[in-house]
């Protein structure tokens, strides 16, 4: 399938206070490669974003058990893309399959950074991976240690750049101390969720990181499993993810279906379908351009499971500017969730 | 031999204040491999232990000239045991069957630990230990010299973690002076002797160390060659390693029996056998579980020649919380050498 | 061609407050290498240098879209130079052909510098380059970042000393304050125009760098396109570069012809022929050796295309003491350009 | 040949404040190796020299040219010598057999460092020195930059310790300031000249180093060619290297024969030798033992050219405890040149 005609050129964004660029809109490996979608399909997915301008892959260790670090390796192979045109993420710390005794197969330490890494850039087939992030924050390890194994990391030119994903405030700032203390890099960018239903963090927690320590974002999520799309408005198809996939997140979507929360997101959604007409855009293409709308996003990760979908996600570059500060408003009313300033000027 | 039934579970500690999970019970190669009992035997050993959960591996340069080494690195071949799930350490300070000239083939000089590392790594056939110690203090090499040679190990990727073994505290905290100072990484974990005839330095000496500097201990001897299990409480076996064995150490040991110390070792462990027998656990159980009880004990290395031992050790962990304040006071009162607190808080 | 007899011996300079020694007199692959003037020509200008004791070939990732590299790789193969006996640098900014996503492949970003000089090492059929620089500023990427690639590339024993070229003097300035504040290696020189014409950045800009930072000059274009040699002083001829060449730079300078700035040039040229001929000497000569006469230039990088060229640049090495103060001054009263000094003395 | 019976044994002392230990008599390849005396007599020296328990063998890039490195080296791989046992050493600053342009190939530059050793170790067939000296002090060069180049190479493992040779005390005191001030590795040892006849550099100038930088001493020419045995108190023999090298250093030593200092020299010399004789020692024994007397100098290296030169040197250890404060005063009242202490405690 060869990419439509009128699309918009993909937009570049700095990722945080670095020197990289990655393009606005990303694919993520989480549901997509490995898993219910068969290999070729993910191939088709990956080469259509790569056309459109696509050049920012996310994955992680223990997506699919390792085997979206297979697949996207094989990509890159199958479709001969240079290296240096490609920005390649993964994440430690979930571990992948694991061997006979797996407490050392999880978290931050120095050993499960290095082990996951390597582990990781042998599936990829990669010498060195651009980002990479730790999955999730350790207590256990304390925060020095993990520093300095990502450091090790960088310096052994394992990989370009390091980063977080779902870490709280606190812990970055933390991250941060000890590089400083100790002269070595600290996290340039931090992956969070972040949609029209989830924004206390970006916009919340996270508000002095942006200038105080260059933070940017590589967002998961922005539909929200396609909440945000609104074809969950009246009821949940047979044939979509949240009908049929297995994958542990999705499960925990599912049960939610039906409460008291899940309710008042579709209310929501539903809400926001009037805005989406008025501006003649889908629910999606608001949802996705309301992301990209934020500047200290500096790429929306998402996870097209069909090439289609990747160039519908494309169309959103162009609805960005129709969203005017009186639109932005209008949306903040219904969504009813705007986070109060946590910084206080005098 | 198989896993008996009923077996408590593996428990794993933090390494002191590192992200790294030792097995609370763990296996040594001092007495055991390549020495007086034969390779097979040893490889039975190591799974029995790896079979229970234990995955620590403890091992040095000098024990039985290096062989040690080589047979435990055999082991894990043969297994097929995973690297990541494998915490390896050995110890550099003694060297090995020297050359003809084995001035620099000891110590803690920086030509020692560089080349008695890949010496290990070699007959290993590994590509990084876990944890690298300096097997004693080294009073000749400037501490500083010493602090950046084990960086250098890490830093090159050939040990995840450095620790010491037999200093006193005032050196270790000499070692993270330098490393402070430095900005370097300090040694994380200590390799005392402890049990309930020797606590003075894992009680007393250290006792400031845990929280200042985070260390953690992986401690020899719980008991004490054997002497805890009451088996000498009636003279020497025959068949024991300490009639048979031609081991420095054992030698040293048996240098001793007779003489008023080991008399009054033996008296002490004989008034044991009461409490023991009201907790319907046996002397061995008991000494190891208080061993165990000592939360500062990361991991308590064992030196089984059988099996069977390996599987009766692991018995005391469901001991451990028989250990109440009151049976401890019960013991406290046999042993009768409770270091008093050096930590005077006003 | 074999050297002509009578020329001066070369002479070697430091670059700047660093130990390494280079040519007064080197040869750049800009227009040369790879571009209009074919290969056999290449080799030819480069034996005629190195044979009358250049030592010093500069390149850039970009030059001719990286044949440049390959080129100058190819001669020092051929004529089995010592590598000892070479100082060769490159650049790293613009990037070479491109993939089908360029965003990456350009600027000072980590991820460019690491890439870029593994390309340009890969083309050159070298190990490391003697010097790196960093072909512009990148007001994109943080200066922290910048210097810390750049170490590493050092560290990594990729390249020997990493400078600057077009750079301002407060850019220069700040890489230092974070290669101090980290205790990283600084940028020790820069590559400026350089020429009767253009001396403000060098004279004047530039001023308090040489003594504060120990940089080092390494210039190019000291005779700006060939027009201080006077040849363009009645018109452009039809076989120069000028009249001929398809390189962007050049093109540039022929938009210039006719213009104010231009006739301004041209004529202050045409004034400085009384003052080379009472010296017995060419333009070309006098321009050369004005240039070599500023002791903060540690090498003037020439584009000879033709052995002789190469000969005839040599010869100012012995003009320079023909510029003596009264000179100088007569010189200065032609140009009429001399930078006020800025730094004040009390 | 085989070791004669009674000789004493080796002494080992520490490398100023490092960990390493050195024979207190060693064997340099100034002279030796590669050139006047064939290769195999050079085998048999060092072998006699390892078989009394030299573990130290010096040498230099420039020491015949790299010749003394490629037959030392061969002498390792002939012998079969444990690579732990040996503490092999190497020199760069004055480059070896130069290419066509050999500005780059001499001093203390980050160039000539890391290419000479490179160039150095694939003489000597090893993949690390023990110890690397910087020849002589370099003033065209950034103290900072040799002092991070040094680091460069211990870093990249290709050298243990690094240390100068013939510096003055601010030169080391100067490396220090640096090595303090960024963190890295200071130099641990220097080697001067040293003997009866030259002591003002290690009994004067550096008299502070010893305490303050821990400054350990590698003395070269003990003997002072030969001048000290007495052989030459009666004129020069035809068979002496004074009367048949065409060594620079010896050339130089000739055209001294016969002036004002080489006649005073000979007269003190002949006036130590009732010293000797009371003390039933030989006059080169004298001077030897009168070097190893001196706690600072970690070891004494030597420029035998047969094994029984090796043998008679080795007997001086038995003759530093005849060095009584009695002796020492008389032969510092034949010498009259000791050092007026320079530093003043009040």
């Given at each position: 399938m060869s990419v439509p005609d009128g699309l918009p050129k993909m937009e570049y964004r700095l990722l945080g206070r670095s020197g990289l660029k990655v393009s606005a809109i990303s694919l993520g490996g989480w549901l997509t490669y490995g898993g219910h979608v068969e290999n070729e399909n993910t191939f088709a997915c990956m080469k259509a974003a790569y056309d459109v301008g696509v050049n920012f892959f996310d994955c992680a260790e223990q997506y699919s058990g390792g085997e979206s670090e297979k697949v996207m390796g094989d990509a890159i192979k199958k479709f001969g893309w240079k290296r240096n045109d490609l920005v390649i993420s993964t994440k430690i710390y979930w571990g992948t399959a694991f061997g006979d005794n797996p407490v050392n197969n999880v978290g931050l330490s120095r050993k499960h950074i290095i082990e996951g890494v390597n582990s990781s850039l042998e599936r990829l087939g990669l010498e060195y991976v651009d980002l990479i992030y730790a999955h999730r924050a350790d207590r256990e390890t304390p925060m020095e240690e993990t520093v300095r194994a990502f450091n090790h990391i960088i310096n052994t030119g394992k990989a370009l750049y390091w980063g977080t994903s779902e870490w709280t405030a606190e812990e970055i700032a933390s991250a941060w101390r000890y590089a400083d203390k100790l002269g070595l890099i600290g996290p340039v960018m931090e992956q969070p969720q972040y949609n029209m239903l989830a924004r206390q963090k970006v916009e919340g927690e996270f508000e002095r990181l942006y200038e105080e320590f260059g933070l940017g974002l590589t967002i998961f999520s922005p539909l929200k499993i396609g909440i945000l799309t609104g074809k969950y408005n009246d009821g949940?198809?047979?044939?979509?993810?949240?009908?049929?996939?297995?994958?542990?997140?999705?499960?925990?979507?599912?049960?939610?279906?039906?409460?008291?929360?899940?309710?008042?997101?579709?209310?929501?959604?539903?809400?926001?379908?009037?805005?989406?007409?008025?501006?003649?855009?889908?629910?999606?293409?608001?949802?996705?351009?309301?992301?990209?709308?934020?500047?200290?996003?500096?790429?929306?990760?998402?996870?097209?499971?069909?090439?289609?979908?990747?160039?519908?996600?494309?169309?959103?570059?162009?609805?960005?500017?129709?969203?005017?500060?009186?639109?932005?408003?209008?949306?903040d009313a219904v969504l009813g969730n705007k986070p109060t300033a946590l910084i206080r000027r005098y």
């Open positions: 949940i198809p047979k044939d979509s993810r949240l009908g049929t996939s297995n994958d542990n997140f999705v499960k925990g979507m599912n049960e939610r279906i039906g409460d008291e929360s899940w309710k008042k997101d579709i209310e929501t959604v539903a809400r926001l379908k009037p805005i989406a007409e008025k501006l003649e855009i889908s629910q999606a293409t608001l949802a996705m351009a309301w992301v990209l709308h934020n500047k200290n996003v500096s790429s929306a990760i998402t996870g097209a499971s069909r090439p289609e979908q990747v160039y519908d996600i494309v169309k959103s570059l162009d609805a960005v500017s129709k969203l005017t500060p009186e639109v932005m408003d209008d949306i």
